[in-house]
Structures are given as C-alpha cells and as structure tokens.
C-alpha cells in the first residue's frame, strides 16, 4: 500500500514537471514573437535617480523586467534592490527598466526612501501586463532583452542562471555591435 502511494507521488511529480517544462517553453515561443509596448498610464517613480525614464525607454538596447502583485512593501523593496544591482551587473550599457504593478497604496509612497539608481515605471493598474499579454505568463518569464524596436530577443530571468546571464551579455554585445559598431553610452 505504501509503494502504490510512493508511486502515485512520483508519477505526479513526474507530470507536473513536465506540464511546468512545456509551459516555459510555450510562453517563450509565444513572447519571442511579439514587441513590448510601454503604454500610457505610468506614474514615473524617480526615487534617488537623476536617470528619467524617457531617456532609458528611447535606448536601443532594453533590458524590462515586469513585476507584480508587490503588496508586501518590505519584501518588495528588497526584490527591487536586488534586482537593480543584478540586472546591472549584465551590461553597464544597459539601464534596466522596472515596471512595477501594485495596488498597494504605501508602495508609491515608499519608493521616495529607496535606495535605487534608476525609476521604477509604476503602474496602479494591469494595463502594462493586459497590453503585452503577460498576466498568465509565469514570473520567471517576466524579463526580457528589447531591442530597438522593443521586440523581445531573449526572454527570462537571468538573476542567479549564469547560463542564462551569459546569453543575455553576449546578445547585448550582438545589438550593440549591430546597431553601433561598439557600444552606446549613456
């Protein structure tokens, strides 16, 4: 009885990786077909910056990283911190673009204390994620490398998947060659 139980579980596991495995792969396929939009409705979240986010969004390489549901402010901020000097740790060509949705009503607020070097695109709504179709898509999805015309190149998170990290440097290099013959300044 116990090993019908055991062999139960492991089937399960067995299954549900799979069915995770091929959604990763569906979602990826499906984002690396379509572009970025950055659309109306943002509250630009300067916090210690002097970098505008109008600056960042005309860039011809972007690395976005969509993050939501920060309804837990303490958690939040470090995610944010983190993720600032991770994604940084990329390229020091490329200024990350955080878009954060939250409905936390603190959040915004918070944000003045924060000890980030670059704005956060806030949005208080889902439209960023509706437009892009990105609500169902899995958080680890959720980043991406935009290229001129902020179509996605390369999707995924590449904080703490050095594989991942590395992909993402030698296509920065790729763009920047192709777009400038060496590299864009800030």
């Given at each position: 009885m116990k090993f019908r139980f055991l062999y139960f579980v492991i089937f399960a596991c067995i299954l549900l990786s799979c069915n995770k495995k091929e959604r990763i792969a569906s979602e990826?396929?499906?984002l690396s077909k379509q572009s970025i939009t950055?659309?109306?409705?943002?509250?630009?979240?300067?916090?210690?910056s002097s970098i505008k986010l109008d600056s960042i969004l005309k860039?011809?390489?972007?690395?976005?990283?969509?993050?939501?549901?920060?309804?837990?402010?303490?958690c939040g901020v470090k995610t944010l911190r983190i993720w600032?000097?991770?994604?940084?740790?990329?390229?020091?060509?490329?200024?990350p673009i955080i878009v954060v949705h939250s409905q936390n009503q603190e959040f915004q607020k918070i944000t003045d204390s924060l000890s980030l070097d670059l704005p956060l695109m806030y949005?208080?709504?889902?439209?960023?994620?509706?437009?892009?179709?990105?609500?169902?898509?899995?958080a680890r999805n959720r980043t991406f490398l935009l290229n001129?015309?902020?179509?996605?190149?390369?999707?995924?998170?590449?904080?703490g998947r050095e594989k991942l990290t590395q992909l993402y440097k030698k296509c920065i290099d790729s763009l920047f060659i192709e777009y400038n013959g060496a590299s864009q300044g800030m």
């Open positions: 990826i396929e499906m950055f659309v109306d409705g943002f509250v630009e979240l300067p916090c210690n860039k011809d390489v972007k690395i976005v990283s969509y993050l939501t549901d920060i309804s837990c402010t303490s600032q000097k991770d994604l940084q740790k990329i390229d020091k060509r490329v200024v949005y208080d709504s889902k439209v960023f994620g509706e437009k892009n179709n990105l609500e169902e898509v899995l001129k015309e902020n179509k996605i190149i390369l999707v995924g998170e590449p904080i």
